[in-house]
Structures are given as structure tokens and as C-alpha cells.
Nanobody, 119 residues
Framework: EVQLVESGGGMVQPGGSLTLSCGAS????????MSWVRQPPFRGPEWVSA???????YIADSVKGRFTISRDNANNTLTLQMNNLSREDTARYYC?????????????WGQGTQVIVSS
């Protein structure tokens, strides 16, 4: 059974930092492209960042220069380092397994972790 479990969310002031982690199990993590998807309040999901099985990365323009994605295949962990957070980054963040990179297509998602940026 594929499982993705996110952690690391919380409330932070504008300009602050958070590190999100996703623990994966039930599949060969190293063989799959992975992504972070966020859903702000009252808006649709947005693909924030992705990392391929070979280490190629994608970062959305809205977070470029502030967010960094990485993976640890030895520990089946996906990480999103988020710096200089703004109120616009408030959202629920999901770890998702990618099935088609070019199409932004995913199959399994975790339950998400909430990030609130507020003073």
C-alpha cells in the first residue's frame, strides 16, 4: 500500500522558514518522480515543486529562489525547504507521487500539512 506522510507544517511569521518532510512507503521511492502540491484557501491546487528520480528539479515561479526541493532515497524522504515565507504561501501542502512529469500528473497524495504565514 502506497503511503505518503507529510510533516513540518505550522504557523510562521512573514519572512520565516519551514521545512516540510514527506515519508514514503509501499513503493520503490527511488524509482519515482515526486512533487509538492499546495492548495491555498478557496483556490485550486498548485504544483509547487518536483524532483525526478534522477534529480532533475522543477520550481514554480511563485516560489523560485525561496523554496528548495530535495530527496533522500536511502530514507525514502522528500523535503521542501521554504524560506522567506509570505502570506501568499499559506496553504495545505501535499506530497504527491508523479506519474507523468510533463503533464503534472500525479496518482497518490498524502494527507497534507498546513502552513499558515501570519503576523
Amino acid at each position: 500500500e502506497v503511503q505518503l506522510v507529510e510533516s513540518g507544517g505550522g504557523m510562521v511569521q512573514p519572512g520565516g522558514s519551514l521545512t516540510l518532510s514527506c515519508g514514503a512507503s509501499g513503493f520503490t521511492f527511488s524509482a519515482f518522480d515526486m512533487s509538492w502540491v499546495r492548495q491555498p484557501p478557496f483556490r485550486g491546487p498548485e504544483w509547487v515543486s518536483a524532483i525526478s528520480a534522477t534529480g532533475r528539479t522543477y520550481i514554480a515561479d511563485s516560489v523560485k529562489g525561496r523554496f528548495t526541493i530535495s530527496r533522500d532515497n536511502a530514507n525514502n524522504t522528500l523535503t521542501l525547504q521554504m524560506n522567506n515565507l509570505s502570506r501568499e504561501d499559506t496553504a495545505r501542502y501535499y506530497c504527491a507521487r508523479v506519474t507523468k512529469w510533463e503533464a503534472g500528473q500525479t496518482d497518490f497524495w498524502g494527507q497534507g500539512t498546513q502552513v499558515i504565514v501570519s503576523s
